[in-house]
């Protein structure tokens, strides 16, 4: 029998496999997990992986094998001022926010304030905080973990909880060897030239910043190419690399936050200029994570190399099965699935795995949830979505 890794590929290179991969969501939001517990989920503590889903359900993973690409070393955490809801503090990454103290991992926060408003500040931020640094970046549990094959959990994590500013602990590693699975290098929130760019100004002074400080935005594109170049090297030093993922976040629920012209004139040529790296490394799958509607941008991002994309947000508009018929087979498609259709079940939800069935019989196509599983997600009614979509697989 192949394995995860061989089917996964296999699979964005529009071959059909048997039995086809399926891990079904990538997030759970920790409300989802607690709620569950009052509804029949007794097994392991939920974390936003859903740790132990995969092997109840015999369902496929990809394991995790990149560092922490934002700052290193992290700011410290400080509390600046509190109330009894919400509290206001610097974070990991250099940002004075305010958060509700209560579910503040999955409520909005009000951002104060970044930690670069001028060309100076962007190159003492570079140079303190954004340099190869691979000691700490790529730290000796970072390796560790590489080497045997389980990493989950990465150096300077995005996932730093706000109280305390430690990371959490690292979950159960994969329930196969880790040879079995593709790895996966995602950039996450700094792998970008928006999003990134965004974590240190915000979305206000930036926008303003593609006309006003036009220089300041060249720069700070060009320091992020170079050193995702420079990191992703220095990955693969300890590991091979199936999937290099982008994370941008650059839209909503009406399209882009900003021109499409515009970041084609800014951002294009280091897309380019890193993908055409990567593909020289021998890496053929890049992928790209970005939510709302993005139709305006993926013409972009396909001419700059890049050749799947994850996960279309159906609320914002998103239909993988219109991107499928405009894109063919240049565009490989992960997600898609409306997570609201698994609110109320039955009847909506087999309708919603329908739609997107006849795209799996195309190849290219991953199945899974347009976003987190939220916690209006009751657990009868997740159990019922993974056991159709495995029948609908032919995988049950």
């Known amino acids: 029998m192949t394995t995860s890794r061989e089917r996964f590929l296999q699979t964005l290179e529009f071959k059909q496999v048997e039995p086809k991969w399926f891990r079904g969501y990538a997030f759970i939001w920790p409300e989802t997990g607690e709620s569950w517990r009052t509804q029949g989920y007794e097994?392991?503590?939920l974390g936003w992986h859903g740790e132990g889903l995969s092997e109840r359900f015999g369902l496929d993973e990809l394991m995790r094998v990149d560092p922490w690409y934002g700052p290193v070393p992290d700011f410290a955490y400080e509390v600046i001022e509190e109330d009894e809801y919400t509290r206001v503090y610097?974070?990991?990454?250099?940002?004075?926010?305010?958060?509700?103290?209560e579910h503040s991992d999955t409520s909005m926060p009000q951002f104060l304030k970044f930690p670069v408003e001028t060309p100076e500040e962007f190159e003492t931020f570079a140079a303190e905080r954004l340099a190869l640094n691979a000691e700490q970046r790529l730290s000796v549990e970072w390796k560790r973990q590489v080497q045997e094959g389980r990493l989950h959990s990465v150096s300077g994590a995005a996932n730093i909880m706000a109280v305390g500013g430690e990371e959490p602990p690292a979950p159960k590693g994969p329930s196969r060897s880790g040879d079995e699975l593709a790895r996966f290098c995602w950039a996450d929130r700094w792998g970008g030239f928006f999003g990134s760019l965004r974590n240190m100004m915000g979305v206000q002074n930036l926008s303003l910043a593609f006309y006003d400080q036009p220089d300041l935005v060249e720069r700070m594109m060009e320091e992020r190419a170079d050193r995702i170049i420079e990191i992703t090297a220095e990955v693969m030093k300890h590991t091979t690399i199936d999937i290099f993922g982008w994370w941008e976040d650059m839209?909503?629920?009406h399209g882009p936050l900003m021109d499409p012209q515009m970041y084609r004139k800014f951002a294009f040529k280091h897309y380019r200029r890193v993908n055409d790296w990567l593909r020289s490394?021998?890496?053929?799958?890049?992928?790209?994570?970005?939510?709302?509607?993005?139709?305006?941008l993926i013409p972009i991002w396909?001419?700059?190399g890049i050749n799947a994309l994850w996960p279309f947000e159906c609320q914002s508009g998103m239909d993988i099965v219109e991107v499928r018929k405009k894109y063919g087979r240049d565009l490989a498609i992960m997600g898609g699935i409306n997570k609201r259709a698994l609110i109320p079940g039955g009847e909506m939800m087999r309708r919603e795995v329908d739609r997107v069935m006849p795209l799996v019989e195309q190849g290219g196509y991953i199945p899974e949830l347009d976003h987190s599983v939220p916690p209006d997600v009751s657990w009868p009614n997740f159990c019922e979505?993974?056991?159709?979509?495995?029948?609908?697989?032919?995988?049950?």
């Open 43 to 45: 097994g392991t503590e």
């Open 90 to 101: 610097i974070n990991h990454e250099g940002i004075l926010m305010r958060e509700f103290k």
């Open 251 to 253: 839209a909503y629920n």
């Open 281 to 296: 490394q021998g890496v053929k799958h890049i992928w790209l994570d970005s939510d709302g509607d993005i139709s305006a």
């Open 302 to 304: 396909l001419e700059s």
């Open 385 to 396: 979505y993974i056991e159709y979509v495995d029948y609908r697989l032919g995988r049950g």
